[in-house]
């Protein structure tokens, strides 16, 4: 019998590199400071880590603005350092995922470089999307950039380029040859030098449809696409449901032609991971049909409240919806794109909902110095860094908080991280969230990770769909209590503020809570906790 492809219900550590671990002190983290800590990522019981980008870039978007998709940026190392990780990280028997970003490249690209040295209608402009402005001299169209303002920059000879993120990162035209053909180079780039799959940047994002039309409502669909606000949930779907540059049929047909390359690599069994954030949900099956994907990002956890209802719907959708496409889902708390689970749901509460995610089927995904419990970085509006702040002048605050370095040892910042001076500050209260701390306390988040990860391999990776057994709409639900049992697991989570007893046979192996009384067939399951149970 084949054994179970390793991505399917993989653990898989996403690093940041600028903020893991700094090799030579100038404050911020590198390739080679990664590879000296992979012994650490290895003993949280991972399968793989997931390396944002460490491409050669002017960093004007943490490195997503790509000048040289096929080489390594000084400030991470080189092609050696990165060859080196690789190596490491196989000896230790961990998968490496690279990011690929195809929907932009920086403007620092030598192709967008040649583009502006050359006349309007040339190759070279072809390859991303140049137009003419409209007859009044404004932007071809009113399309409002995904960081803020228009979403269309005026270049010396008048004509406009598109970019849906900063102005730095122009998007690539994907419907020229050259751009597909480039891509496969460096997905081949890549994979030749090692790596086991990627994670695919804006995958939703690389055909565009009607750019010559205005939206009818560019506003309404710029604060429909943004997370941080509150809207009218019925009137946000009917605008993300046809976005004119989100989820064409088009970027199906690339996916395609990329899985070929990755069953080319036969046995190394190369995955991918599509980063498509699309509406209504069912569109997100379509990025991993058989022939095209290997997983979907499912970002409903990244801003569910604690909330039986709602995870229950949320969960039980993922599950149902790529079941009709034979795959399983993704679960992800957190990523560098988002408020840290901690800061957003609160401590007891993230580590019962981590604890219920690691159960599910499918792969779960941990963002670096999630299983610290690490809050987000308390910044100043002067560290800032991210172009979504500084585009929209401080409306939105951006995702620097969750991008600060990761506190390794000692009482003081930057808490082992570099010898430097850290790229973003790091407080004074983290003393009690570094690694070395964590490790020496039995009820930390570490620890809970870890015993949670090793336990999940050991009784739940492979055992199948699960039975809801406490839930709205199964068992006699007690407010705010979710239950199912997978393989020979029941798992509670107990989101209210009381406890409750639950009339279960077998042995509790491990809770969120930390203080669990030996097997009784009723125990108490702890407010605002998630118990494992083994019969
Ligand atoms: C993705 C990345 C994000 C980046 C954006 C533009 O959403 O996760 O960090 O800013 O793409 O590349
Ligand atoms: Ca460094």
Redesign the pocket.
């Given at each position: 019998m084949k054994s179970m492809p390793w991505w399917k219900e993989a653990v898989i550590y996403q690093i940041y590199p600028r903020s893991f671990y700094d090799s030579n002190g100038d404050g911020e983290g590198d390739l080679q400071g990664i590879t000296s800590r992979l012994e650490y990522v290895k003993s949280l019981g991972v399968d793989a880590i997931w390396l944002s980008p460490f491409y050669t870039s002017p960093n004007k978007?943490?490195g997503?603005?790509v000048a040289n998709p096929r080489d390594v940026d000084p400030r991470f190392g080189d092609l050696s350092d990165a060859k080196a990780l690789i190596k490491r990280a196989h000896d230790l028997n961990l998968r490496v995922i690279a990011d690929i970003?195809p929907?932009?490249f920086s403007d620092q690209h030598e192709w967008f470089q040649s583009a502006l040295q050359s006349q309007p209608g040339s190759a070279e402009r072809n390859r991303f999307h140049f137009y003419d402005a409209k007859a009044d001299g404004t932007p071809p169209n009113n399309w409002i950039s995904l960081f803020g303002g228009p979403s269309w920059t005026q270049v010396a000879d008048g004509q406009y380029y598109l970019h849906l993120?900063d102005s730095s990162?122009p998007d690539l035209n994907w419907e020229n040859a050259d751009v597909n053909a480039d891509f496969e180079e460096t997905l081949r780039f890549w994979l030749d030098l090692g790596v086991d799959g990627f994670r695919i940047?804006?995958a939703h994002g690389l055909v565009k449809e009607e750019i010559g039309k205005d939206h009818p409502d560019p506003t309404g669909l710029s604060n429909a696409l943004r997370l941080d606000v509150d809207m009218d949930t019925a009137l946000r779907n009917s605008l993300l449901e046809s976005v004119p540059y989100f989820d064409r049929q088009g970027v199906h047909e690339i996916y395609r032609r990329w899985r070929k390359i990755f069953d080319s690599y036969g046995d190394r069994e190369v995955m991918a991971v599509a980063?498509a954030w699309v509406h209504p949900p069912i569109n997100a099956t379509r990025y991993v049909r058989s022939d095209e994907l290997h997983q979907v990002f499912n970002f409903d956890l990244l801003t569910a409240p604690f909330e039986s209802a709602f995870l229950y719907d949320v969960i039980s959708r993922s599950i149902e919806l790529n079941a009709t496409v034979n795959a399983l889902p993704t679960w992800a708390l957190s990523?560098?794109?988002s408020p840290r689970v901690a800061s957003r749901i609160g401590d007891h509460q993230s580590r019962a909902l981590a604890l219920f995610v690691f159960a599910l089927p499918g792969s779960a995904y941990i963002f670096a110095g999630q299983e610290l419990g690490l809050p987000d970085g308390e910044l100043e509006n002067s560290d800032r860094q991210d172009p979504s702040f500084i585009r929209s002048n401080g409306e939105i605050k951006g995702?620097d908080g969750a991008r600060v370095p990761l506190p390794w040892s000692g009482d003081v910042p930057p808490f082992g991280f570099s010898t430097g001076k850290p790229w973003l500050p790091m407080q004074q209260s983290w003393s009690a969230f570094t690694v070395e701390i964590e490790k020496s306390d039995p009820s930390s988040v570490l620890n809970l990770y870890t015993a949670a990860l090793a336990l999940r391999a050991q009784h739940l990776t492979g055992a199948g769909v699960i039975a809801w057994l406490e839930s709205p709409s199964h068992g006699a639900m007690r407010e705010g209590l979710l239950a199912f049992r997978r393989g020979s697991i029941t798992v509670y989570m107990n989101l209210s503020g009381q406890d409750y007893a639950v009339e279960v046979e077998g042995q509790t192996i491990i809770t969120s809570s930390g203080d669990f009384t030996a097997s009784h067939i009723v125990r108490v399951v702890p407010a605002c906790s998630t118990m494992w149970i083994l019969n």
């Open positions: 978007d943490g997503y603005d970003v929907n932009h993120f990162q940047d804006v980063e990523n560098h794109d995702r």
